[in-house]
């Protein structure tokens, strides 16, 4: 039976998009000429994607994306972006990265947004290196999104199914009557949101409030918090920065993990929108109600945070940090109480609102599941009742509500399965990690996170986990940003032979 996958269709698009790629290399090659530092790995990488992209975009003279074509082409896209993104890491073999698997580690974590690092010395990488690491988490936020939407949307390709598929927002498609006009929207939004962070934090290094925020790192950290990403080219994250920039974070952090098509709504003065929604209300609640149970777990057991303003903002920051799968560390909360730490576990399976940079399992899915299971208690006693589930006012379709609890489970399963692996992998190769190790690093890279516990904590590195897991680790954070689904669709044999 002929294959029903069209997938020169798909590959063929992915090297639309890997052609594109050659733009964002042109900052850190600029950087690199600028410094005087190496130059050779950046024009590698130009060539290879310009080359690799081109002979791609010619498998298929018209390409027209489908479902199931949409599907490969989200899958394959993240991938071959990462191993694209790692050639410059490779070139350099600088540091940790004369491995190509910590390349492609490092590569894979920026692209997915999730943040890990296998970065030991950061001192032993050049500045146009370490502002590579920094794009490649921003073209992971939204950036390949809506790059792709607007490049495909001009080949008068489908466009608008790969925007469904990776936002899991159908309004997203209404926000303008064009699908191309719509990526533009957003990606002159998420342009706009950087360039606002960039400022903000520079201007707090020229105003004498943080003399370490130099312009390299407020571009270098808007990148990642606009984006929910988490590097940062200090070995201390966000902790060498004065007290102000934790602040000054947050509301970024939280914004990049909010649904740009209701940043819109509220840029265009629809503030009703906003208010009706009820996914930004479950959102903000968690945040302040975890960092207020945080704030009390450190006030009576972390002997080292003095005064309640140094306490408070240890709280919000890393409740917001890891709810919002930024994985920024403002301190080492690796030295924090066992249930100051579980608190954080459970932060990291939440994430933020669907459309926007976050990964993990998201406040819609957990609000329908609240709100689900509330109606089967009633139901429960009243059987010959009828009572739909509505959020925001409309109701949701009982398919949903089912695919929801199916996704929830296959993650929390994955998320079980990982941490098994990394315990049984680790101590096979002679170096046994703890359970709460395992538990915090197969979350931390399914979920797309960044920081764990113990050796893989904020201020610690993937490096010293065996090779083999740390390639685990790459697939798992490439399964968990595309959600799962696009994965064991793939691994079906209808998808590829049935009609």
Not at 373 to 391: C, G, N, T, W
Request: with cysteine.
């Amino acid at each position: 039976m002929a294959l029903q996958v069209d997938w020169r269709a798909s590959v063929s698009l992915v090297g639309v998009i890997l052609q594109w790629l050659a733009l964002p290399l042109a900052a850190p090659l600029a950087l690199a000429v600028m410094d005087g530092t190496a130059v050779l790995p950046f024009l590698t990488t130009v060539v290879a994607t310009l080359v690799v992209g081109t002979a791609a975009r010619h498998l298929a003279e018209e390409p027209e994306l489908y479902p199931r074509e949409a599907f490969l082409m989200v899958a394959l896209t993240w991938l071959a972006v990462a191993v694209v993104a790692a050639i410059p890491f490779v070139v350099a073999a600088s540091g940790v990265f004369t491995s190509p698997v910590n390349a492609l580690f490092e590569s894979m974590s920026g692209i997915t947004t999730t943040g890990a690092t296998v970065v030991v010395d950061f001192g032993a990488h050049s500045r146009a290196l370490m502002l590579w690491r920094q794009l490649i988490q921003w073209l992971g936020g939204l950036g390949i999104l809506v790059l792709a939407t607007a490049v495909l949307s001009e080949l008068s390709v489908g466009g608008a199914q790969l925007m469904e598929t990776e936002s899991q927002l159908e309004s997203v498609t209404k926000l303008t009557p064009k699908i191309s006009d719509t990526a533009q929207l957003l990606w002159t939004l998420y342009i706009g949101i950087t360039a606002v962070a960039i400022g903000v934090l520079y201007a707090l290094g020229l105003a004498g409030l943080a003399p370490e925020m130099t312009l390299f790192d407020a571009i270098a950290h808007a990148l990642t918090s606009v984006s929910t990403s988490g590097f940062s080219p200090r070995a201390d994250s966000i902790g060498a920065f004065a007290p102000v920039v934790q602040w000054v974070l947050v509301p970024f952090m939280i914004l990049g993990a909010t649904s740009f098509v209701l940043i819109y709504a509220a840029l265009q003065g629809n503030v009703q929108r906003v208010r009706r929604s009820e996914e930004l209300r479950f959102y903000l609640f968690v945040l302040a109600s975890l960092s207020a149970v945080m704030f009390g777990l450190l006030w009576v057991s972390v002997d080292s945070l003095t005064g309640i303003e140094e306490t408070a903002r240890h709280a919000v920051f890393q409740i917001t940090s890891l709810v919002t799968t930024t994985g920024y560390a403002s301190v080492d909360f690796e030295l924090w109480s066992a249930p100051a730490k579980q608190i954080l576990l459970v932060c990291m399976f939440l994430g933020g609102m669907a459309g926007s940079t976050t990964c993990s399992i998201k406040m819609v899915r957990w609000l329908v599941i609240t709100k689900a299971f509330r109606r089967d208690l009633f139901v429960a006693i009243r059987p010959e009742s009828i009572r739909p589930v509505r959020l925001s006012g409309n109701v949701v379709e009982e398919e949903t509500i089912r695919d929801i609890y199916a996704y929830t489970l296959v993650s929390l399963i994955f998320f079980v399965l990982g941490s098994v692996f990394i315990v049984v992998n680790s101590a096979r190769v002679g170096h046994p990690v703890t359970e709460l190790e395992a538990l915090g690093t197969s979350a931390s890279t399914f979920f797309n996170i960044g920081p764990a516990f113990g050796q893989a904590g904020p201020f610690g590195t993937y490096e010293t986990f065996p090779r083999t897991s740390k390639l685990f680790m790459t697939l798992l954070m490439w399964v968990g940003r595309i959600e799962i689904i696009p994965v064991l669709v793939m691994l079906r044999a209808s998808f590829w032979r049935q009609p």
